[in-house]
């Protein structure tokens, strides 16, 4: 049914007309988001399009690195195995191999957290023409020094690459040993370091900026510190390092204990006092920070773009703030995102120009499942997701929200594909409770089969969203090829390329098998794919999308259409998003005598005596420029 549409003030006519002879005239103002005095925010920051990548899981370039079963002890599962070997990259996600099953264990974690498939940094490196292809001009790292885990947030060292993840692992691990790590005279650089600098340099080349993964809130059971500690106890060097509740003592009748990260113990915490984390560790990170950011003393254009910061919330500010001070006096235009998964209200402290740039931004990604995902009686209105992003885009400082990772899926959550297939299940918002919800072991109710052709339309709603709104865009490695999987760890799985073959999946979390006919194919999804770089095209091409002002236009609860418009320097962008399941027929009043243009269909609109009327199909958008 055809139904036509006003806009919700009268102040946005005057808003519309504005805009309209703005781009007739093309005259060049100032905008809001045009650098200001005040603002600590890296320009550069406010123009990219993030891709997260989880380097164990994205592209195995060098098959001689590959881990052995002593590479990867320390990690959890603590238990050896009997048998191990390196998992099959194109393999059933479900299945257990015979080696699996050889060991007798019925817990499926075991078996994920085990499984190694060799991503290393000769992968990223080999894909970053693929990158480049789809739009990416920024990536951010998940931990990539030594650790013996697939994810690496159990690091033995901060200064190390992971030498699993270079060309010669045995090779490095001879060099590292005759290190001493409290003294960065005598840091090596190992193969696996060069190759990262390669990395570095390589991206550089392309015009991306590159990020690594920081996470100074705790270290593994393998770093050399705790190892150090556990050994020689109150005689170790570390002693101070770590939050140590007891020692071995026999005659006080106390053994060795420590606090875990959330109890883990295979990730002991570091101690912080009323300062933060303690000099000793304190002072490692920030030697740390300076070798990845001036490697060898040759400048900031040879090291890395900045840092995400894993759990910030956990480290008191005090250390951030001496922290930011060192980033930015080895490069002034670094960029510091942290993880802050909390309440609005509770991140405002951070972002006082004085600890972080920006944060990932979840709240973003809460706020669209509710509006876009959510079916009736959990969802929000058009009017209340307009004024939840109002108050995301007003709570920060002048620039923040345009440096804001505007994420969905993530290495802590279910992919986007599979939150939309489980849609209802919980509120994504209630994080801790929607955390186990969405992990299929723990929740038989979890769908894990890939998302249907109604479900891919609404990723590509979303997607329309996420490239024109205000903030950095971030993909999560996979997305853009239709990965499907439930939280941690079926968020890991590895990422699909056109030279591998890929079984299907027949199996479910508890080993049983499907029907036939519930198999899932598992292959790149190009409709998908193609979706994506058109529309990181479209950001990348217009700086309206990426630096302009926002203005709400349409704001209907009764069809479900919410509209906005981007302006920068006479270039006007208006978007349309329709979140109903028919067409709708938006007619917009006092425009320009001008055609407008669909940049994703290349349909034209012309105005008639003043309206245009603009027909946007069910769950999807509008993004439209004068002609």
């Known amino acids: 049914m055809n139904m036509q549409y006003i806009l919700r003030q009268?102040?946005?006519?005057?808003?519309?007309?504005?805009?309209?002879?703005?781009?007739?005239?093309?005259?060049?103002v100032m905008p809001k988001s045009a650098p200001q005095a005040g603002e600590f925010v890296?320009?550069?920051?406010?123009?990219?399009?993030?891709?997260?990548i989880f380097p164990e899981r994205f592209r195995d370039g060098d098959t001689t690195n590959n881990p052995e079963l002593a590479d990867i002890l320390g990690a959890d599962p603590v238990e050896p195995p009997k048998q191990w070997h390196m998992h099959p990259w194109g393999s059933d996600w479900y299945q257990r191999q015979d080696y699996e099953l050889a060991n007798g264990e019925t817990e499926l974690w075991k078996h994920l957290l085990r499984r190694r498939y060799g991503g290393d940094l000769q992968g990223v490196i080999d894909k970053l023409g693929y990158l480049h292809e789809l739009g990416i001009t920024a990536i951010y790292l998940?931990?990539?020094?030594?650790?013996?885990?697939?994810?690496?947030?159990?690091?033995?060292?901060?200064?190390?690459?992971?030498?699993?993840?270079?060309?010669d692992p045995q090779g490095d691990r001879a060099l590292m040993a005759k290190e001493n790590p409290l003294d960065p005279n005598t840091?090596?650089?190992?193969?696996?370091?060069?190759?990262?600098?390669?990395?570095?340099?390589?991206?550089?080349?392309?015009?991306m900026k590159i990020i690594f993964d920081g996470v100074f809130n705790h270290m593994g059971v393998n770093s050399f510190a705790f190892k150090d500690l556990k050994l020689k106890q109150q005689d170790s060097a570390y002693k101070d390092w770590f939050s140590v509740k007891s020692f071995d003592d026999?005659?006080?009748?106390?053994?060795?204990?420590?606090?875990?990260?959330?109890?883990?113990?295979?990730?002991?915490?570091?101690?912080?006092?009323?300062?933060?984390?303690?000099?000793?560790?304190?002072?490692?990170?920030?030697?740390?920070t300076r070798r990845w950011m001036n490697p060898k003393g040759m400048g900031t254009q040879f090291g890395i773009d900045?840092?995400?910061?894993?759990?910030?919330?956990?480290?008191?500010?005090?250390?951030?703030?001496?922290?930011?001070?060192?980033?930015?006096?080895?490069n002034p235009e670094a960029y510091m995102t942290a993880e802050l998964v909390d309440k609005p209200e509770k991140v405002i402290p951070y972002f006082q120009g004085d600890e972080f740039d920006a944060e990932m931004n979840y709240n973003f990604a809460f706020t669209a499942a509710e509006f876009l995902f959510n079916p009736a009686g959990m969802s929000i209105s058009v009017s209340q997701f307009d004024a939840k992003l109002k108050q995301l885009r007003e709570l920060y400082p002048a620039g923040v929200a345009y440096v804001n990772q505007n994420l969905f899926g993530s290495h802590d959550t279910n992919r986007l594909a599979s939150h939309i297939v489980n849609r209802g299940l919980g509120h994504f918002r209630d994080w801790g409770k929607y955390f186990n919800l969405s992990q299929a072991a723990n929740n038989p109710e979890y769908r894990v089969r890939k998302p249907n052709a109604d479900e891919i339309r609404l990723q590509k709603l979303?997607?329309?969203?996420?490239?024109?709104?205000?903030?950095?865009?971030?993909?999560?490695?996979?997305?853009?090829?239709?990965?499907?999987?439930?939280?941690d760890p079926d968020n890991r799985k590895p990422m699909l390329w056109p030279d591998i073959g890929y079984q299907a999946e027949r199996y479910l979390p508890d080993g049983t098998e499907r029907a036939v006919d519930e198999w899932d194919t598992v292959a790149i999804d190009q409709d998908l794919l193609s979706h994506y770089k058109r529309l990181i095209a479209i950001r990348n091409q217009y700086a309206a999308l990426r630096l302009g002002d926002f203005a709400s236009l349409l704001i209907d609860d009764k069809q479900g259409i919410y509209g906005f418009a981007r302006h920068y320097r006479g270039e006007t962008i208006w978007v349309l998003l329709n979140n109903s399941n028919v067409a709708r027929l938006a007619t917009l009043t006092a425009v320009a005598d001008k055609g407008m243009r669909d940049l994703m269909s290349q349909e034209v609109f012309q105005p008639q005596q003043g309206k245009l009327e603009v027909t946007i199909p069910a769950k999807w958008g509008r993004i439209l420029t004068f002609e």
């Not at 009268?10 to 060049?28: E, K, M, Q």
């Not at 912080?272 to 740390?288: M, T, W």
């Not at 840092?307 to 006096?329: I, M, T």
Request: no cysteine; net charge negative.
């Open 42 to 52: 890296p320009e550069w920051a406010k123009s990219v399009v993030w891709y997260q």
């Open 142 to 167: 998940n931990p990539v020094f030594d650790s013996p885990s697939l994810h690496k947030y159990d690091g033995a060292s901060y200064h190390h690459i992971d030498p699993n993840f270079g060309p």
């Open 462 to 487: 979303f997607v329309i969203l996420q490239m024109t709104y205000v903030g950095a865009p971030m993909i999560y490695y996979g997305d853009e090829v239709g990965m499907w999987g439930g939280n």
């Open 10 to 28: 009268a102040s946005y006519l005057s808003l519309l007309l504005t805009f309209s002879v703005l781009a007739s005239t093309n005259n060049d």
């Open 250 to 288: 026999a005659t006080a009748g106390t053994s060795f204990d420590y606090e875990g990260w959330f109890g883990v113990k295979s990730l002991p915490e570091w101690r912080e006092d009323e300062h933060g984390i303690v000099s000793g560790p304190k002072e490692y990170i920030f030697n740390a």
């Open 187 to 207: 840091w090596v650089w190992t193969k696996a370091d060069e190759l990262a600098l390669q990395l570095i340099d390589k991206a550089h080349k392309y015009k």
């Open 306 to 330: 900045g840092w995400r910061l894993d759990v910030a919330f956990e480290v008191q500010h005090a250390f951030w703030k001496d922290w930011r001070a060192l980033v930015r006096s080895i």
